[in-house]
């Protein structure tokens, strides 16, 4: 077993370079009997690792049918599959033959764009990867990079506002700063994401990496305002009491009071006079 320094060494890769490692095994069986992973693939994608088996068995018979006759694989061939698992694994490119859908919240299998130049599913043998899979890969990477680009953004404004709002949280300077930090930031992922759209996926991650200066100088100086702030209790007087309202609740009922005691008495007055 070889350490990711030797690897690195290997592949001509500079040593201060930052690099990801993913081991493959392949599991070489000296048998002329097909054996395959979940009886389906001859090599399984992992988050950190791709694992294959090699048999000695020339073909194999799939649980595919073209025009009434099966669809026969290559047992031998193990290259195609490897190299399907590791764009999975390193770049996140999901099989030709599956879709997702939204409304049943799935994905979806359908074999119908899994021919020709793809390294997935049975009905090719060609290695070389078509426009989708090379343009998947780059694009990936990048939208993994502004994932938790965004989600820290959201972190921060959470902060400002369980703090009442910049207003109240930064200065006067710092909000000047902390104004065109964030124009600057919403316009290189703007520009990023335009620059995804045309391919253009080196102008992409220059406008990724640029933001990600942007990013830090908005946490220092939400963070450091936090630090800062103090906590402050202000006191309330209570407001005077309401005498008059008690007093005329009071004279009201008074009269109330008196005038159902005399009510027989005023009417027996009324009574005479007609």
């Known amino acids: 077993m070889q350490s990711q320094e030797e690897i690195a060494e290997l592949a001509g890769i500079e040593s201060h370079a930052v690099f990801r490692s993913v081991p493959v095994y392949v599991f070489n069986l000296p048998k002329d009997r097909v054996l ?61 033959h599956l879709s997702w859908s939204v409304q049943q919240n799935t994905s979806l299998v359908d074999y119908t764009w899994s021919v020709g130049q793809t390294p997935f599913g049975p009905f090719s043998h060609l290695l070389s990867l078509s426009f989708v899979q090379k343009d998947a890969a780059p694009r990936n990477v990048l939208y993994s990079m502004m994932n938790p680009s965004i989600w820290t953004v959201l972190d921060i404004l959470n902060a400002i506002q369980d703090q009442g709002g910049e207003k109240k949280l930064l200065g006067q300077k710092e909000h000047i700063e902390f104004t065109q930090r964030w124009n600057l930031y919403t316009f290189k992922l703007n520009k990023a994401v335009a620059s995804i759209t045309h391919f253009d996926f080196n102008s992409a991650l220059y406008f990724v990496k640029s933001a990600e200066h942007d990013l830090i100088a908005l946490q220092n100086l939400v963070f450091n305002a936090i630090s800062l702030s103090q906590a402050s209790i202000v006191c309330f007087t209570d407001p005077p009491f309401r005498w008059h309202w008690i007093l005329a609740s009071l004279s009201l009922t008074c009269i109330a009071i008196y005038i159902w005691i005399k009510r027989e008495h005023l009417l027996v007055n009324k009574k005479k006079k007609f």
């Open 36 to 96: 395959l992973l979940d009886r389906l693939h001859q090599a399984i994608a992992f988050t950190d690792m791709v694992i294959a088996v090699h048999t000695m068995g020339s073909h194999m018979i799939s649980d595919f049918n073209c025009n009434g006759r099966p669809v026969l694989t290559r047992a031998r061939d193990v290259e195609r599959p490897i190299v399907g698992a590791l764009l999975q694994t390193v770049w996140g490119v999901s099989p030709t």
